[in-house]
């Protein structure tokens, strides 16, 4: 089945520490990645879809110069968190597809992300 | 009104019961429907796809009903292995996904 690896699944460090998060699709070429953010008893929230080639697309109220997503190729989209501040502390998620194809996303292990 | 409504729960059951959840879209234009299971601190992962005629996957059935907008998960002979809390996904076009909040269910000995 399609698998998606994100790296790393946990992350500590400094308030204005950027951390960049790795999400691969490992058997398939997805054109399209999505960057999910859930905090604690809430549901994931969409913040951005990524398209390999072209600029990503941010939710309503998601910075776009404080998580910059990039998606050089069909394989690896990255998200960056600049600056992080506590705030900012969650687990975020990445899933990918082929866009217009039928299956369901394909879920990353998710990143937990601890600001001190 | 959220896009995506369910019943936090916790839904307690002994094993061997068979529990129902609900689920309901605001958006009538949704083409696509899916039940995911998350473990505590862990990504979601799909159960199944839900379709209007009703489809089974061993112990557990989803239902649409487009007409309401209203999506079931019923789940027989529970398992321990069984709790987590239940996703109810809508796909609302070019596979944006909107979640709900989860089911959570407990399933005890």
């Known amino acids: 089945g399609a698998v998606v690896s994100q790296h790393p699944s946990w992350v500590i460090c400094k308030s204005g520490t950027s951390v960049k998060i790795e999400c691969r699709s490992l058997d398939f070429q997805a054109t399209t990645m999505f960057w999910y953010r859930q905090f604690p008893k809430q549901s994931l929230m969409l913040m951005a879809t990524?398209?390999?080639?072209?600029?990503?697309?941010?939710e309503q109220g998601v910075e776009k110069d404080k998580f910059l997503i990039n998606h050089a190729s069909l394989t690896l989209s990255t998200l960056t968190v600049t600056s992080a501040h506590p705030e900012d502390s969650s687990f975020y998620i990445c899933s990918a597809t082929v866009l217009g194809g039928t299956q369901p996303q394909h879920f990353g292990d998710g990143t937990r992300l601890s600001i001190l | 009104r959220k896009e995506v409504e369910q019943d936090p729960g916790p839904f307690n059951v002994p094993e061997g019961a068979t529990v129902a959840f609900n689920c309901t879209y605001s958006?009538?234009?949704?083409?696509?429907f899916f039940w995911y299971r998350q473990d505590c601190r862990k990504e979601p992962k799909l159960l199944m796809s839900v379709y209007s005629s009703g489809n089974e996957d061993g112990r557990f059935t989803a239902q649409l009903n487009r007409a309401s907008q209203y999506i079931s998960l019923l789940i027989r002979d529970s398992k321990l292995s069984d709790s987590a809390t239940y996703l109810c996904?809508?796909?609302?076009?070019?596979?944006?996904?909107?979640f709900g909040t989860g089911t959570r269910l407990l399933v005890s000995p």
């Open positions: 990524s398209n390999e080639g072209s600029k990503a697309t941010y």
């Open positions: 996904v809508v796909n609302t076009g070019f596979q944006k996904l909107v």
């Open positions: 958006n009538s234009a949704s083409q696509s």
